[in-house]
């Protein structure tokens, strides 16, 4: 019996030639139906394919019955409600690389025009049939200075395109190594405040908890005047609300958009400024990236239907079936854990060690996957997975220690010790009967609280006062106290670990650094 694969969305010609060409495939193109049918068309497929058009959702899984893979022909996973699929054991995919140098190239495309408003030279000329040179001053690149937010495969190739340019470069990434852009000539910052002072910022990161809202009024009042900003990444980077107001009062001189928080953003607000230059989504709009995103697309689908493979799969889980129910919790807790870590002390990572003590130790190399998949998962957002983990960690030179041995206080305990260039951080935890999940140890201080909610992280000095002053700085900043734990480690140092109701500021934040006992402070949430 033939396998049923479903394009939801528009591909490129190429997608399906190779599937009409699959002896036992057989394929549906459903990009030109509407989403209301498409529920009646997937319901009997193996592998759907589909792009930015087609949400994931309740809907969508609700209908399907023998779906096996969700191929998400790009690299965003936005609209794919991953979880969701998990939970139905239906893998996700996508294809992280085939659109990088359309990707850049859009980039300069929004740089160049960011210096020069062609765009709106070009319109002014063409549509208006008005020519007054004098309007259209625009600046030169050359001995400007481009601040690049992320230095991964897109942004490090757009730092190497703008040295062409003559521009100066700085980049801001705490996930990468720092002599990925010192060996580039590229200037790197650990102080992001170095990037607000550039004469044009771009941004290219994944869109995960710590980067939605990387860019909001506090940091435009930072910035230049005169800034000019791009965004060819993801919509919801930079605060659409605060980034309106920026361009409205001119502190943004210029501003180009490929993305939005909500798509399609036809009548957007901010196509109603004059300084801004938005187009619809197209960065991977190349005939060359469409046909090696349908290509690879297609083939991955392909291959899921037989079963045969499932590249960058997203959620492919580890074979836990070997592992017996009581020690299965332990591999949620060590991700957990893990992802807590990262959060806590942020940085380029340079070795993870995990160390099980008890019985729960005979399924070390399961714990390990389950941790980098944690503690990867701030700096690659959902593009780690249990499959790729490993081979991530290899490529970034991280340090993995494994170590076990028998448990004193506890039956089993799991303990994960990240270092990063900044700092080190070691937490430790347990799964008690009834299957709660606790974290015991923070250091070396004896804590006890579910790793669950949003976090304060504070150490201090331990004297008298200190509880006072945090919570008078939590009072003033609104923020609503749930719960409050706190440990010492009897040699001068405490730490609470402070639950709230609330996101926490980044003004908050920095208040709670300036209290005159604080050693520092972070904030997490699970």
């Known amino acids: 019996m033939k396998k049923k694969i479903v394009v939801c969305d528009a591909l490129h010609n190429m997608a399906f030639k190779i599937l009409g060409e699959q002896d036992d495939i057989e394929y549906v193109d459903a990009s030109s139906e509407d989403k209301t049918k498409l529920l009646d068309i997937i319901a009997d497929a193996d592998v759907a394919i589909t792009r930015s058009s087609t949400d994931v959702d309740d809907k969508f899984l609700g209908a399907v019955k023998n779906l096996k893979a969700v191929v998400r022909a790009g690299v965003g996973v936005d609209n794919v409600d991953i979880e969701g699929c998990s939970k139905k054991g239906i893998i996700v995919m996508n294809v992280p690389t085939a659109n990088t140098i359309a990707a850049v190239e859009m980039t300069m495309c929004h740089l160049l025009n960011a210096a020069r408003k062609y765009v709106n030279s070009a319109n002014n000329l063409k549509i208006d049939r008005i020519w007054k040179r004098e309007l259209w001053y625009g600046t030169e690149l050359k001995d400007k200075k481009l601040g690049i937010i992320g230095f991964g495969n897109i942004g490090s190739r757009v730092a190497k395109r703008a040295k062409a340019f003559d521009m100066e470069i700085v980049t801001y990434d705490p996930y990468i190594d720092p002599s990925k852009a010192i060996d580039m000539g590229v200037e790197y910052t650990k102080n992001f405040d170095d990037i607000l002072e550039c004469d044009f910022i771009t941004i290219h990161t994944p869109k995960t908890k710590e980067t939605i809202n990387m860019i909001t009024t506090s940091e435009i009042e930072k910035m230049k005047d005169g800034v000019r900003l791009i965004n060819v990444a993801r919509g919801g980077l930079y605060n659409e609300d605060d980034l309106y107001e920026g361009i409205k009062s001119g502190k943004i001189a210029y501003c180009g958009i490929d993305v939005f928080n909500k798509e399609p953003a036809n009548n957007h607000k901010l196509l109603e400024l004059d300084n801004l230059t938005a187009t619809p989504h197209l960065g991977a709009n190349t005939v060359e990236s469409q046909q090696n995103i349908a290509v690879q697309a297609v083939e991955s689908a392909i291959n899921a239907a037989r079963g045969s493979s499932f590249a960058n799969a997203l959620n492919m889980p580890v074979d836990t079936s070997k592992t017996p129910k009581e020690f299965q919790s332990y591999l949620d807790l060590i991700q957990k854990l893990a992802y807590l870590a990262s959060q806590i002390n942020k940085g380029f990572i340079k070795s993870i060690k995990v160390t099980a003590l008890g019985k729960v130790g005979e399924y070390l190399d399961s714990l390990v996957t389950f941790a980098l998949v944690g503690a990867l998962k701030e700096a690659i957002g959902e593009n780690i997975n249990y499959v790729n983990a490993k081979f991530i960690a290899d490529e ?105 109701d609330n996101e926490l500021q980044k003004q908050t934040i920095e208040k709670l650094n300036n209290i005159q006992e604080c050693k520092w402070v972070a904030y997490a949430s699970l």
């Open 396 to 500: 970034k030179n991280i340090e993995i220690i494994t170590q076990k041995d028998k448990s004193n206080i506890f039956k089993n305990k799991i303990e994960i010790k990240l270092i990063t260039e900044n700092d080190s951080i070691k937490l430790g935890g347990t799964v008690f009967e009834s299957n709660i999940q606790k974290i015991v140890n923070i250091n070396d201080i004896a804590l006890d609280f579910k790793p669950k909610g949003k976090m304060i992280f504070f150490k201090n000095e331990d004297k008298p006062g200190v509880i006072a002053k945090l919570s008078q700085e939590l009072y003033e900043g609104g923020v609503n106290i749930v719960d409050f734990r706190l440990g010492s480690d009897h040699k001068g140092s405490a730490l609470a670990v402070v639950l709230v």
